[in-house]
């Protein structure tokens, strides 16, 4: 999905999102749900909008993930090498979605966590 949404908005080719590129994904997204036209997503239109993102996430995705995919994740976040990403390696904004895989709520995510998160929500999204 990252990948997909890199290519469609980075309009210079960098490889990373600037602010400006990010603001141009947000206004798009609010559009494309925005089923009142008032230019704002309320509660229900921000929800619709959650579960139709699950369901594409798992239904676009060009790749399965792996083992080694979610790895090569963890380590570009894992700064102390132990294997996990702690709140502190991933920062406040990362962890708030992080953290949703601590299953064992030790304050880290793992691979077999973020597997096992991932596994969850592509299976029921696509129920």
């Known amino acids: 999905m990252l990948d997909n949404a890199l290519t469609r908005y980075d309009a210079d080719g960098d490889g990373v999102f600037s602010a400006t590129e990010r603001e141009t994904m947000e206004a798009d997204f609010i ?21 139709k993102s699950r369901v594409t996430v798992v239904a676009s995705s060009p790749l399965p993930v792996t083992r080694e995919a979610v790895a090569s ?33 030790d304050g880290q995510v793992s691979v077999d ?15």
């Open 113 to 127: 966590e973020w597997l096992a998160r991932n596994t969850r929500v592509g299976t029921s999204a696509g129920q």
């Open 31 to 51: 559009e494309r749900f925005d089923t009142d036209g008032n230019g704002a997503l309320d509660e229900a239109e921000h929800r619709e909008a959650r579960r």
């Open 73 to 105: 994740f963890v380590s570009r976040f894992d700064t102390d090498g132990n294997g996990t990403i702690s709140a502190n390696e991933a920062g406040e904004r990362q962890w708030l979605v992080l953290q949703r895989a601590d299953k064992n709520h």
